[in-house]
């Protein structure tokens, strides 16, 4: 088992910036592929990044490319979304989650998910 807890949403005005984190337990961290999601109000899931076990490869939602980050430090068992540039339509609830593959987190077929944190961006 693998639990995931996400920290640093909040309330943001257009252009600001939010850093997400979260953090793993339980399971080897490293042994997993990471990614993050967001479900906006009346709307499906939709991946919004995702990195492999190493942290070598990443990839980006189109919609965030550019202006959103993913990283992950290994020791410390967490994983992080640097969001610049937020924009209304950012508002979500963000998750993060954990796949045996990096594959598998790009399909959003992830093995374990987190709680979710609330990110709301002001016009």
């Known amino acids: 088992q693998v639990q995931l807890v996400e920290s640093g949403g909040g309330l943001v005005q257009a252009g600001g910036s939010l850093r997400l984190s979260c953090a793993a337990s339980?399971?080897?961290?490293?042994?997993?592929?990471m990614g993050w999601f967001r479900q906006a109000p009346a709307k499906e899931r939709e991946f919004v990044a995702g990195i492999t076990w190493s942290g070598g490869t990443t990839s980006h939602a189109d919609s965030v490319k550019g202006r959103f980050t993913i990283s992950r430090d290994n020791a410390k068992n967490t994983v992080y979304l640097q969001m610049n540039s937020l924009k209304p339509e950012d508002t979500a609830v963000y998750s993060c989650?954990?796949?045996?593959?990096?594959?598998?987190?790009?399909?959003?077929?992830?093995?374990?998910w987190g709680q979710g944190t609330q990110v709301t961006v002001s016009s």
């Open positions: 989650a954990a796949g045996v593959t990096y594959i598998r987190v790009v399909r959003s077929e992830c093995e374990y």
């Open positions: 339980g399971r080897s961290f490293s042994g997993f592929a």
